[in-house]
């Protein structure tokens, strides 16, 4: 059993960006506050669409806090 003060469902877009502000105001991953999600990885859907996705359409904001978007490219062609 996991004793935890917070627990975060879902590590799409608003639970990443729940989990970064968790921590910006001194809770501690696994002990402070957890994130659970049924998928394998962090991102929710944007992890399986990125190619499909349109930028800088309506607000233009590419980014999550701490993780920028061109940081999420790396070598790979465009």
Known sequence: MIDTRVAV???GQA???AGYHL???GLTAGEGFV???R???PGGAWQFRW???TLS???GVHDLPGMAF???LGDEPA
């Open 9 to 11: 469902i879902g590590a």
């Open 15 to 17: 639970g990443l960006s």
């Open 23 to 25: 921590h910006r105001a």
């Open 35 to 37: 994130m659970l999600d």
């Open 39 to 41: 998928s394998p990885g």
């Open 51 to 53: 190619p499909s996705l």
């Open 57 to 59: 359409t309506v607000n």
């Open 70 to 72: 061109a940081d999420t």
